[in-house]
C-alpha cells in the first residue's frame, strides 16, 4: 500500500484558496487518491476522489499531475467550517483505507 | 451510501474489564473495518471483518485483545478485553459497498475511556 505524506497542519483566512497537497511517490498503478475530511467527534467523511489530471465537485477540486507522484486537494473559498483534519488516502482494490497523518487546516477569521 | 450506528457511543470502564461495541449498517455490505483513534492521532486500522470468513487483523492487533464478529452483512461487533488505560481511543466501524462504490463510510465512533 502506497504511503502517503501531507503536510501536518496549515493556517488560512475565510474566503481564502486552500491547497493541500499530498506526496505518493510510490502509488500504485490501480490505486486511486482519495480525500478524507474528519471533524471532532466524527468518523472520516468524503470529499473526492480521482486518478489522474483533474477531478471536480461541488466542495473541492483534485489535481493529479502526469506522474501520479503527488495530488493537490484545492479547496475555494474556505470558511470557519472547513476547520477539519484532511486525509490523503492511496485507495488500493482491496477497498482497505490506511490513513495517514493528516492535515490539520485551522481556519481563521 | 451507507449509514452507520454505533452503540455506545462512549464508555467508561474499569480496567481488567472488556467493552464490546455494536456497529449496525443500514444495508447490506461485504466490507467492514474496524479502526482506532487515539486522542490527536490519525486513525489506525485493527482489521477487516468481512462476513462468511474470519476477521483479518493488522500487525499490532491480535484476536484475543480484539475478537470480532460478524454474523451477517448488516451488523458486526468489536471486542476490546483486558482493558488497560493504553486502550483509551475512539473506535470507528467503516463500509466500503465495493464495487463501482469505493467510498468508505463511518461510524461516528465509540469513545472509550479506562479507568
Known amino acids: 500500500l502506497a504511503k502517503t505524506t501531507q503536510p501536518i497542519s496549515m493556517d488560512s483566512y475565510e474566503g481564502q484558496e486552500v491547497n493541500i497537497t499530498c506526496s505518493h511517490n510510490n502509488i500504485a498503478t490501480n490505486d486511486y487518491i482519495t480525500w478524507y475530511q474528519q471533524f471532532p467527534s466524527q468518523g472520516p467523511r468524503f470529499i473526492i476522489q480521482g486518478y489522474k489530471t483533474k477531478v471536480t465537485n461541488e466542495v473541492a477540486s483534485l489535481f493529479i499531475p502526469a506522474d501520479r507522484k503527488s495530488s493537490t486537494l484545492s479547496l475555494p473559498r474556505v470558511s470557519l467550517s472547513d476547520t477539519a483534519v484532511y486525509y490523503c488516502l492511496a485507495l488500493s482494490g482491496t477497498y482497505k483505507y490506511i490513513f495517514g497523518t493528516g492535515t490539520r487546516l485551522k481556519v481563521l477569521a | 451510501s451507507a449509514v452507520i450506528s454505533q452503540k455506545p457511543s462512549r464508555d467508561i470502564c474499569q480496567r481488567g474489564t472488556s467493552l464490546t461495541i455494536q456497529c449496525q449498517v443500514d444495508?447490506?455490505?461485504?466490507?467492514m473495518f474496524w479502526y482506532r483513534q487515539q486522542p490527536g492521532q490519525s486513525l489506525t486500522l485493527i482489521a477487516t471483518?468481512?462476513?462468511?470468513?474470519?476477521?483479518?487483523?493488522e500487525s499490532g492487533f491480535v484476536i484475543d485483545k480484539f475478537p470480532i464478529s460478524r454474523p451477517n452483512l448488516t451488523f458486526s461487533t468489536l471486542t476490546v478485553s483486558n482493558l488497560s488505560p493504553e486502550d483509551s481511543s475512539i473506535y470507528l466501524c467503516?463500509?466500503?459497498?465495493?464495487?463501482?462504490?469505493?467510498?468508505?463510510?463511518f461510524g461516528q465512533g465509540t469513545r472509550l475511556t479506562v479507568v
Open positions: 471483518a468481512n462476513q462468511g470468513s474470519e476477521a483479518t487483523y
Open positions: 467503516s463500509v466500503v459497498l465495493g464495487g463501482r462504490n469505493t467510498e468508505a463510510f
Open positions: 444495508s447490506q455490505v461485504t466490507m
